[in-house]
Antibody, heavy 117, light 110 residues
């Protein structure tokens, strides 16, 4: 059974940093692109970032470029999102998702990140 | 990376069919056969319902179907059931491995 479990969320002050993790199991993690998607409270879904299988390619939505970094450790079956210079508008539930091609077939349960003073 | 356009809400009675539209541009929906649809119940993670415009993942009811014409993709749900009440999001490949979602549509089963 495919499982994706996010961790590392919480309350952080504006300008601060946070690192999200996503533990994957039930599939060959190193064979798949992976993504992060977020959802602000009461709002819709927003794709945030993608990373390829070896971790050599990554892509971001314009609003997080230069502030967020997606990475992975295939030996640990883990996906990460390093978030720096956080803003109030980054407040959201963050989901990790498996991306076989250009769609997202399995999602984690999500983790809340709150940026507030 | 502008969001795709979806109606804010649609509704239907049990047993009826409804269609949710998703309008993009020639740079996303109109350029690739790569629209996907997601169902999200309150407080839950999204679930993949349709991928590559028309394909249905294993385990998804055949009451759900996808189509596309030009820059507009559509999700049709036939034989509406109470459990179909949820938010629905379309998503399209844009370019350079980036994705864009629609604003979401709230489906109410009357």
């Amino acid at each position: 059974e495919v499982q994706l479990v996010e961790s590392g969320g919480g309350l952080v002050q504006p300008g601060g940093s946070l690192r999200l993790s996503c533990a994957a199991s039930g599939f060959t993690f190193s064979s798949y692109w992976m993504s992060w998607v977020r959802q602000a409270p009461g709002k819709g879904l927003e794709w945030v970032a993608n990373i390829n299988q070896p971790g050599s390619e990554n892509y971001y939505v314009d609003s997080v470029k230069g502030r967020f970094t997606i990475s992975r450790d295939n030996a640990k079956n883990s996906l990460y999102l390093q978030m720096n210079s956080l803003r109030a508008e980054d407040t959201a539930v963050y989901y990790c998702a498996r991306a076989p091609l250009f769609y997202l077939d399995y999602w984690g349960q999500g983790i809340l990140v709150t940026v507030s003073s | 990376q502008s969001a795709l356009t979806q109606p804010a809400s649609v509704s239907g009675s049990p047993g009826q069919s409804i269609t949710i539209s998703c309008t993009g541009t020639s740079s996303d929906v109109g350029s690739y056969n790569l629209v996907s649809w997601y169902q999200q119940h309150p407080g839950k993670a999204p679930k993949l319902m349709i991928y590559e415009d028309t394909k249905r993942p294993s385990g998804v009811s055949d009451r759900f179907s996808g189509s596309k014409s030009g820059k507009t993709a559509s999700l049709t749900i036939s034989g509406l059931q109470a459990e179909d009440e949820a938010d629905y999001y379309c998503c399209s490949y844009v370019a350079y491995r980036t994705l864009v979602f629609g604003g979401g549509t709230k489906l109410t089963v009357l």
